[in-house]
């Protein structure tokens, strides 16, 4: 039902890019693996979350003493119990800390917690809920960013004029000039929607304060160390006398890297209380007060010459931030620059606003801006294209990044594969030959970074480390902060490990989601870890193995022009690779000359000189082929195909399943994953009305990888499984301007906008006189 | 309200529990009895994460209360492994990397046990309607499929004795 196949392959590597099974197959096939939903303390409570009703309110008064006669009921606190620090993960930024997870005297979106209790059961704890009393002074309040930036908008933040949170402003080239010398003008307007993270696991954590001041939380997430981080900051505690376990995390997608109500509120109640507290959020809670996608307005004016080759683009964008600034504010950056991808441009000026409203605060999601920026960028030009009666494909390659290229004062790419995606993308094209009439296909170009450079947590640790331990019988103990929540990091980081130490994956272990025994990370977001935290991991192995290859050299009477190495736990002069010994072996007459000291071996990462935004960029193109109902309007998707470039692949079962569920994720938001507001209030909360991708509604994701090599990333490897959240939705867009001439300049592509947009179609074809529609162009 | 005694087999072991007569058996299952690879998901019905098999059908034990599942035979995910050695299904997931985060996993591995103890040759359509009550944020569903292929094929038979 798929086909996966690889151009140019590497295969000088015994584990890199073989079957490797994920080594946390075992417990998570057996229901072994412990997630935080599963986690259970001796003398725990279990809290809940009260909740706002209002989407702007002053809070008067809070009356908690008929909650705590309930019997069961332990303990009530509310923004009165904290220091009310005011927390941001771009912590280095005071103006940019604004939101106090438990709020002290304001709400600003409906679902903001107001108060928390904590019972002996669950249901206690939601019954006392409803005996709680909240005096509110309701408060004018603004939704939509183009309302709020109005001057008359309510004021949602003190001193954010027009309710302006982030502005932020990207140029290149002489803009103007490049627009002179276009032949060629082009603008819209587009609306792109929000989306819901939906991790399986919703928000999660276990808080256990304990008399001799330290914390240990359990907690779903994406990097432990923020985590570590920000409680230290909001509790006024020690980052080291805080430890946070994050073993198995049931999904993240972006959404689960800054404070939640689940950690904050355990934690504020297990220190006024003195026992561990659970919260575990229901799936309506995570819907209306975990965080989402960033809905965004885009302007796009791009300026071409008659022979398809891009001058200038424009681009201002107007992003709904809802109440609070946190990860919204990298997002705003990076759609801003991921628009110009991946073409190369005279003249490019991007400028953000990111708006405060009275709604949930929106923030990172996989692809992190990108999927908002190709839905417009890849659509418009596919437009232009078609305007000017190019080939859409060969208009694309023509002004196409390309190995060695300098994208002007923002990064190099040192390696690119995209134009051999395009000769993929033709073959498949050709390969389908005539098309059934209610069908048609459409593509999308896009690329992504390979983790951020920007440090806005100011973190004065390295970005990634890793630390291996060797025992005795040559099994190895791998360190890493690297964050594994399901996208196979902890497989991969095993991987690299053994294929440079020259072991087997069996061999080694892997220690990750444990503040108190791994190393800092920045954790998994921004498609980071594979070259951040895959380069320290091969740093930390290679100097394990330089240690036990200076006792091989000492005892091996070889001239000592000879290489050693280690393959396959044999250890071995390159040149005579048959006399060897094994590994095993060395590892003990290595601990013998050590005096008995274990062999450990250290690595980092931090990144240097790598422009304004990422060390390497990945390609890709995809193609969707789309069936649409020309009297319901139902999209459906009958076929894919991705060609992709992620450097040297480290991962195969990882890289093929994080490309598929990339896929499915994009596709969701291409046409099914929808989030109405109506007066800042989310009006379909659950997984009835929540519509995403089951197996029914998946087609085939075939997929081409292209091999290249990324000189900055570990082995040569780069982003994927982030990057292909980006393409999809402009893809399914571009298939059905094909079909029906019609432009989707809004996302989800829902039912109703496509008949809407025949419609119109149909009179305005009736007044010019011309043939109904439903041909293809 | 008044708790009731309880006798579930779950497993083929043989529990007894005092509970509300309201509870749901995702919630004994879980929370009386301590078997925690079934997950939760929703409240809705919707997301398949609490399938289990009741003799040998696949029931989403959220859909029911524990007190209606008296009587009959239980089977969570830690049931299926027989003396430490997986089932074929679990096998073929681990070997077509058909989880990610995993957390969908063991419901996600109850569906289609069920499906093929129903339907041990199923099409691919057939695959895909067996496991659409179950959300899978990760995977793309796609590998998961392949995994039920790949063990109805009878790929991952072998003596569990």
């Known amino acids: 039902m798929n086909k996966y196949t690889v151009i140019n392959p590497h295969s000088e590597f015994k584990v890199i890019n073989t079957h490797v099974h994920n080594i946390d197959g075992a417990a998570k096939v057996t229901g072994r693996a412990t997630y935080t939903f599963d986690v259970k303390l001796p003398n725990m409570l279990y809290g809940k979350i009260l909740r706002s009703p209002h989407p702007h309110a002053k809070i008067l008064n809070i009356d908690y003493s008929k909650a705590l006669e309930l019997p069961g009921v332990i303990g009530v606190v509310t923004g009165k119990d904290t220091l009310g620090v005011k927390q941001g993960i771009w912590r280095r930024y005071q103006d940019l800390c604004d939101e106090q997870v438990l709020t002290v005297e304001k709400v600003r979106y409906i679902g903001e917690a107001v108060a928390a209790v904590a019972a002996i059961t669950e249901e206690i704890a939601e019954k006392a809920l409803d005996l709680i009393d909240v005096d509110y002074e309701v408060l004018p309040a603004v939704f939509e960013p183009m309302e709020a930036i109005k001057k008359e908008a309510p004021e949602i933040h003190e001193g954010f004029e027009r309710n302006i949170n982030v502005t932020r402003h990207i140029e290149w080239g002489d803009v103007e000039e490049a627009f002179e010398e276009a032949e060629y003008i082009r603008e819209d307007w587009f609306k792109c929607g929000g989306q819901a993270h939906m991790c399986m696991e919703t928000r999660a954590a276990v808080s256990d304060y304990t008399p001799d001041g330290k914390l240990t939380i359990y907690h779903s997430n994406q990097s432990p160390y923020y985590m570590q981080g920000l409680m230290a900051g909001v509790l006024g505690m020690r980052e080291g006398d805080i430890r946070v376990i994050s073993t198995y995390v049931g999904g993240g997608f972006g959404g689960k890297f800054e404070l939640d109500g689940a950690i904050f509120c355990s934690a504020v109640l297990s220190k006024k209380l003195h026992r561990p507290v659970k919260i575990v959020f229901t799936r309506e809670e995570d819907f209306i007060a975990s965080k ?484 293809k162009k | 309200m008044d708790k009731k005694l309880l006798r579930l087999t779950v497993n083929k072991q043989e529990y007894e529990v005092y509970i509300n007569p309201k509870a749901l058996l995702v919630e004994v299952i879980r929370d009386y009895i301590g078997l925690t690879g079934t997950k939760r998901g929703c409240d809705t019905v919707s997301c398949g994460a609490c399938t289990v098999m009741i003799n040998g059908m696949s029931v989403k034990s959220c859909s029911v209360l524990a007190m209606q599942a008296e009587g009959a035979q239980i089977t969570t995910i830690e049931g299926l492994e027989q003396n430490g050695k997986l089932a074929p299904i679990q096998k073929a997931f681990i070997d077509h990397g058909a989880y990610q985060c995993g957390f969908c996993a063991p419901g996600m591995i109850m569906s289609a046990q069920a499906l093929l103890n129903e339907n041990p040759h199923p099409t691919e359509w057939e695959i895909r309607e067996g496991i659409e009550g179950n959300i899978c944020r990760c995977t793309g569903y796609n590998s998961i499929v392949r995994a039920i292929d790949a063990t109805a094929e009878g790929k991952y038979r072998e003596d569990r004795s």
């Open chain 1, 292 to 775: 989402r996608r960033t809905p965004m307005f885009y302007y796009v004016r791009t300026g071409v010459k008659k022979d398809g080759t891009f001058c200038a683009r424009e681009a201002k964008v107007f992003t709904n931030g809802g109440a609070y600034t946190g990860m919204g504010a990298t997002a705003l950056y990076l759609t801003g620059f991921f628009h110009s991808f991946p073409y190369r441009w005279k003249g490019y000026r991007y400028d953000g606003y990111r708006v405060y409203t009275n709604t949930l605060p929106s923030t990172s999601m996989r692809g992190f801006g990108a999927p908002q920026a190709m839905f417009c960028s890849e659509q418009q030009i596919e437009w232009i294209a078609a305007d000017l009666g190019l080939d859409p494909i060969e208009m694309r390659r023509k002004n196409s990044h390309y190995e060695g290229y300098e994208v002007p004062g923002q990064a190099t790419i040192a390696s690119c594969g995209i134009d051999q995606c395009y000769d993929e993308i033709k073959k498949w094209i050709a390969s389908k030959g005539k098309l059934p009439a209610n069908r048609s296909i459409g593509i999308s170009a896009c690329g992504f970074m390979s983790g951020g450079i920007f440090n806005w947590f100011d973190t004065p640790y390295s970005f990634s480390s890793a630390v291996i331990t060797i025992n005795q019988d040559g099994t190895v103990e791998l360190h890493v902060g690297a964050q594994e929540i399901g996208q196979g990091s902890n497989t991969t980081m095993a991987i690299i490990c053994a294929e440079t130490l020259g072991v087997k994956v069996e061999d080694i272990k892997v220690h990750s989601g444990d503040t108190d025994h791994c190393p800092p990370d920045l954790g998994a977001w921004g498609s980071r870890q594979t070259l951040m935290a895959g380069n320290a991991v091969k740093m930390a192995a290679e100097d394990a193995k330089k240690q036990l290859l200076e006792f091989a050299y000492a005892q091996s009477g070889y001239n000592i022009v000879y290489d050693l190495d280690i393959k396959d736990r044999w250890v071995h002069a390159i040149a005579r690779p048959e006399r060897g010994y094994d590994y095993g072996e060395l590892v003990k007459k290595a601990l013998r000359g050590k005096d008995g000291q274990r062999i450990v071996g250290r690595g980092y990462y931090t990144p240097h000189r790598k422009g304004m935004i990422s060390p390497a960029y990945s390609y890709m193109l995809q193609g969707v082929e789309v069936e649409v109902d020309e009297e319901t309007g139902k999209i459906k998707l009958v076929d894919s195909f991705t060609a992709h470039d992620c450097g040297q692949p480290i991962n195969h079962l990882g890289l093929i399943g994080q490309l598929e569920g990339a896929f499915s994720m994009a596709a969701g938001y291409g046409y099914l994953e929808y989030m109405p507001y109506e007066d800042g209030k989310l009006m379909n909360p659950n997984l009835v009305d929540y519509k995403m991708i089951r197996a029914t509604e998946m087609p085939p994701a075939n997929i081409a990888e292209i091999d290249t090599y990324e000189p900055e990333g570990p082995y040569g490897a780069k982003e994927a499984g982030e990057g292909l959240t980006n393409p999809t939705a402009a893809a399914i867009g571009n298939a059905i301007f094909h079909r029906f001439g019609v432009q989707m300049k809004e996302n989800p592509i829902r039912p109703e906008m496509i008949l809407n947009a025949l419609r119109e179609k149909a009179e305005q074809d009736k007044a010019a006189g011309k043939d109904k529609p439903g041909k």
